[in-house]
């Protein structure tokens, strides 16, 4: 039996090829025998390109029909697909290249001298391009090949995807994901929230990352059914789509955004069966307003690039407030203390968890992957936590200081490291602090020297000083310039106390 995700996905695409997958804004729609071709002229290409199994794929592009589809290719020919941010700038890319060597690596047109340039020092052999619109080179050079295409052969130990994690020291870490571990979480998700024939998902969250890409688009696969593909959240168009979706997945971002339209309530959503929220913490306060202005309990769940979902809430029975539910069936979760006993309900701990969606390892860093587990086989998650009386998981913080703003991962030393190196800086702390549409933004706690350079200094001047350097979500929301850090016996910057100090910022 061939385990390749793609030959369980296309399994459940319907017999009718003529019926819907992608509808568009423009009111395009893509269809399942769309999906069967485009997909194998790409995979077609790739094998033409001298690609074997196992070799990497990196894509860096806009959310498009077309972007899916190379994603399907790339597991659909064996090889493993890597997505990047499109936010993501030389610095970082230069890094991931260098790291995952892929075979192919496809880029916007905007970005193709950049691209060629660092492809080359990487030894990246083919750069193709893929616009806004899902036109490019990539699809030029698949056009004249064959529609047809047998799907690689793969046992579900081989690796489907490597994403790219942030975590707070150390250099980013690619999680490796293989069939197997896509496939169990794909096929858990798809009955724990109990897709039907019909259900149509409102689809507005990137594809560069586990919840766009794997959750949602795998539930809509092994579905076979339709899904509006928008570029971006957009709340008075996400509006007017939820009167024809049944299926919501997003960002607390999302629920707070359609929170702020005054028309939006109960009949908004009288065809809706059931929003889905995570990549960052739903406040109470959203899910409360949430359920009384429209009569829905949004549905939370747990889970990271690592492993896809490790936990959710029920979909029948109570879903809990503040809680992220429950393990998910096949996953296995503990919360231990320091001496790596079992915690008591409502004790905090270190979440570890244990199942067949759990990650391979990182890429290229065997004594990394080695330390991230225990000798028992449950990953470190980094994650604090704690059981409530029923039994329910809430998560209480993190060990590790990662800033998640808008459901995106932010590496904090990375953002130390630029700012540290301007004139006039001793040294700087950056911190997530509360956000009411982001969760949490990037926040940065600045020491000066008592030098002209360090007066000089100012919030809109370090702001701008690092602005082309990195991704806009990595960038600070705000700086404070202070006299010194505060730190612990063993000189380690308490970065609970920042957080404490400068969280809610008046007038902010």
Same mark, same amino acid.
């Given at each position: 039996?061939?385990?390749?995700?793609?030959?369980? *996905?296309? =399994?459940?695409?319907?017999?009718?090829?003529?019926?819907?997958?992608?509808?568009?804004?423009?009111?395009?729609?893509?269809?399942?025998?769309?999906?069967?071709?485009?997909?194998?002229?790409?995979?077609?290409?790739?094998?033409?390109?001298?690609?074997?199994?196992?070799?990497?794929?990196?894509?860096?592009?806009? @959310?498009?029909?077309?972007?899916?589809?190379?994603?399907? %290719?790339?597991?659909?020919?064996?090889?493993?697909?890597?997505?990047?941010?499109?936010?993501?700038?030389?610095?970082?890319?230069?890094? &991931?290249?260098?790291?995952?060597?892929?075979?192919?690596?496809?880029?916007?047109?905007?970005?193709?001298?950049?691209?060629?340039?660092?492809?080359?020092?990487?030894?990246?052999?083919?750069?193709?391009?893929? #616009?806004?619109?899902?036109?490019?080179?990539?699809?030029?050079?698949?056009?004249?090949?064959?529609?047809?295409?047998?799907?690689?052969?793969?046992?579900?130990?081989?690796? %489907?995807?490597?994403?790219?994690?942030?975590?707070?020291?150390?250099?980013?870490?690619?999680?490796?994901?293989?069939?197997?571990?896509?496939?169990?979480?794909?096929?858990?998700?798809?009955?724990?929230?109990?897709?039907?024939?019909?259900?149509?998902?409102?689809?507005?969250?990137?594809?560069?990352?586990?919840?766009?890409?794997?959750?949602?688009?795998?539930?809509?696969?092994?579905?076979? =059914?339709?899904?509006?593909?928008?570029?971006?959240?957009?709340?008075?168009?996400?509006?007017?789509?939820?009167?024809?979706?049944?299926?919501?997945?997003?960002?607390?971002?999302?629920?707070?955004?359609?929170?702020?339209?005054?028309?939006?309530?109960?009949?908004?959503?009288?065809?809706?069966? *059931?929003?889905?929220?995570?990549? %960052?913490?739903?406040?109470?306060?959203?899910?409360?307003? &949430?359920?009384?202005?429209?009569?829905?309990?949004?549905?939370?769940?747990?889970?990271?690039?690592?492993?896809?979902?490790?936990?959710?809430?029920?979909?029948?029975?109570?879903?809990?407030?503040?809680?992220?539910? &429950?393990?998910?069936?096949?996953?296995?979760?503990?919360?231990?203390? +320091?001496?790596?006993? +079992?915690?008591?309900?409502?004790?905090?701990?270190?979440?570890?968890?244990?199942? #067949?969606?759990?990650?391979?390892?990182?890429?290229?860093?065997?004594?990394?992957?080695?330390?991230?587990?225990?000798?028992?086989? &449950?990953?470190?998650?980094?994650?604090?936590?704690?059981?409530?009386? #029923?039994?329910?998981?809430?998560?209480?913080?993190?060990? @590790?200081? *990662?800033?998640?703003?808008?459901?995106?991962?932010?590496?904090?030393?990375?953002?130390? #490291?630029?700012?540290?190196?301007?004139?006039?800086?001793?040294?700087?702390?950056?911190?997530?602090?509360?956000?009411?549409?982001?969760?949490?933004?990037?926040? +940065?706690?600045?020491?000066?020297?008592?030098?002209?350079?360090?007066?000089?200094?100012?919030?809109?001047?370090?702001?701008?000083?690092?602005?082309?350097?990195?991704?806009?979500?990595?960038?600070?929301?705000?700086?404070?310039?202070?006299?010194?850090?505060?730190?612990?016996?063993?000189?380690?910057?308490?970065?609970?106390?920042?957080?404490?100090?400068?969280?809610?910022?008046?007038?902010?």
């Amino acid at each position: 039996m061939n385990q390749n995700l793609y030959s369980l *996905l296309s =399994s459940h695409f319907p017999k009718n090829p003529a019926a819907p997958c992608m509808i568009l804004p423009d009111g395009r729609v893509w269809t399942y025998g769309d999906i069967e071709r485009a997909s194998g002229r790409i995979a077609n290409l790739i094998m033409k390109l001298g690609l074997q199994p196992g070799d990497r794929v990196a894509a860096q592009v806009e @959310k498009t029909p077309e972007a899916l589809v190379l994603y399907l %290719a790339t597991i659909r020919a064996g090889m493993v697909f890597l997505p990047l941010n499109p936010a993501y700038q030389r610095q970082e890319l230069d890094y &991931f290249l260098g790291d995952a060597k892929p075979g192919l690596f496809v880029c916007r047109p905007q970005s193709r001298a950049l691209a060629d340039e660092l492809a080359t020092q990487a030894g990246v052999p083919h750069v193709l391009e893929l #616009d806004d619109a899902g036109r490019g080179s990539l699809i030029d050079a698949a056009t004249p090949h064959a529609d047809a295409f047998a799907t690689a052969a793969r046992n579900s130990a081989d690796l %489907a995807a490597i994403l790219y994690t942030s975590g707070t020291t150390g250099r980013s870490k690619g999680a490796m994901l293989s069939h197997g571990n896509l496939a169990h979480n794909a096929k858990t998700l798809h009955d724990y929230w109990h897709f039907q024939p019909g259900d149509v998902l409102l689809h507005m969250l990137p594809t560069f990352h586990v919840h766009g890409l794997f959750v949602a688009c795998h539930c809509v696969l092994l579905n076979g =059914s339709a899904m509006f593909f928008e570029p971006k959240f957009d709340a008075v168009r996400a509006m007017s789509l939820l009167a024809e979706s049944t299926v919501m997945m997003g960002v607390p971002t999302f629920y707070v955004r359609l929170l702020l339209e005054p028309t939006f309530g109960h009949e908004t959503c009288r065809n809706i069966r *059931l929003f889905v929220s995570g990549s %960052a913490p739903l406040l109470k306060e959203t899910f409360d307003e &949430f359920k009384a202005r429209t009569g829905h309990t949004i549905l939370e769940r747990y889970g990271m690039t690592e492993g896809g979902m490790f936990t959710s809430n029920p979909y029948e029975g109570e879903r809990r407030g503040g809680t992220v539910g &429950f393990p998910l069936p096949g996953t296995e979760l503990r919360i231990v203390g +320091a001496g790596g006993s +079992a915690t008591k309900a409502g004790s905090v701990g270190n979440i570890q968890v244990r199942g #067949d969606n759990v990650f391979v390892g990182y890429w290229g860093m065997p004594e990394k992957t080695k330390e991230e587990f225990t000798t028992d086989g &449950f990953f470190k998650t980094g994650d604090m936590g704690t059981w409530d009386r #029923d039994g329910y998981v809430v998560i209480s913080g993190r060990s @590790k200081d *990662l800033v998640i703003t808008g459901g995106l991962n932010v590496y904090p030393k990375e953002i130390e #490291d630029l700012i540290d190196a301007m004139p006039g800086v001793v040294e700087s702390a950056v911190i997530g602090l509360p956000h009411p549409d982001f969760g949490e933004a990037v926040s +940065a706690v600045v020491v000066r020297q008592k030098n002209p350079a360090g007066k000089a200094l100012t919030e809109s001047g370090i702001i701008a000083a690092i602005k082309d350097r990195l991704a806009n979500f990595k960038v600070p929301k705000w700086v404070y310039l202070v006299d010194e850090l505060p730190r612990n016996a063993m000189g380690k910057v308490q970065k609970n106390i920042l957080r404490k100090n400068y969280s809610p910022m008046p007038g902010r």
